[in-house]
């Protein structure tokens, strides 16, 4: 399973866009690249997933380079509604048994 | 559609005291997965089933921590003779099929010991 390492924080401000990188230098290959996002006194949510190239969904994009040992989350326009914990996963390749690590995340605090 | 449910949502117990925590995946989602989760840091993986076979319980800190799911189902997570270090939330997550699917968790149950 990959080992995954990502920024523990960052401020940003509302409506600028904020990309969070995330390095997965050992991503196997069947792995995908799953990012989730966690409010406090609630469980983590999924916010997106992808394999490699670009990946886009009504919350969020996900690059992902060529050689697949980074992704990059991007938020487009953050609110304040967007502070959270942003957990960068990889796994879920043919191979796994649903064991996902999570790591710390990057606390993301949105400021007026 | 109704999400995966847990309860209770907040247990305290005693040390020494065995806890049943609960489980009610998505309606027709193969897998379930358990995780902990202590103050300020990332779900750790518990243990894994696949219909009712337990496929993979690596992450089960102890013997006191037991974990079932009989008819595929409903899950329950049991720890007996809680300590003060088993106080966390205890996510439950569950997905349609097998590995490879997205998985929703729930709002986690938060056991604090004292």
């Known amino acids: 399973l990959a080992k995954t390492t990502q920024p523990i924080s960052m401020d940003s401000y509302e409506g600028q866009e904020v990309n969070i990188t995330c390095s997965h230098n050992?991503?196997?290959?069947?792995?995908?690249i799953t990012w989730y996002q966690q409010f406090p006194s609630q469980g983590p949510r999924f916010i997106i997933q992808?394999?490699?190239t670009k990946v886009t969904n009504e919350v969020a994009s996900l690059f992902i380079p060529a050689d697949r040992k980074s992704s990059t989350l991007s938020l487009p326009r953050v609110s304040l509604s967007d502070t959270a914990v942003y957990y960068c996963?990889?796994?879920?390749?043919?191979?796994?048994?649903?064991?996902?690590?999570f790591g710390q995340g990057t606390t993301l605090q949105v400021k007026p | 559609g109704a999400g995966v449910s847990q309860s209770p949502r907040y247990k305290v117990a005693k040390r020494g005291q065995d806890v049943a925590l609960r489980c009610d995946p998505i309606?027709?989602?193969?897998?379930l997965f358990w995780y902990q989760q202590a103050l300020g840091q990332g779900p750790e993986f518990l243990t894994y089933f696949q219909n009712e076979a337990q496929l993979d319980k690596s992450g089960l800190p102890s013997d006191r921590f037991f974990a079932e799911r009989p008819e595929g189902s409903v899950s329950t997570l049991k720890i007996q003779r809680t300590q003060q270090e088993d106080s966390a939330v205890y996510l439950c997550?569950?997905?349609?099929?097998?590995?490879?699917?997205?998985?929703?968790f729930g709002e986690g149950s938060w056991l604090t010991v004292v």
């Open positions: 997550a569950s997905s349609p099929r097998g590995v490879g699917n997205t998985i929703y």
């Open positions: 996963l990889g796994g879920y390749g043919s191979s796994n048994t649903g064991k996902l690590i």
């Open positions: 992808g394999y490699k």
């Open positions: 309606s027709g989602h193969v897998s």
């Open positions: 050992n991503i196997a290959t069947n792995d995908y």
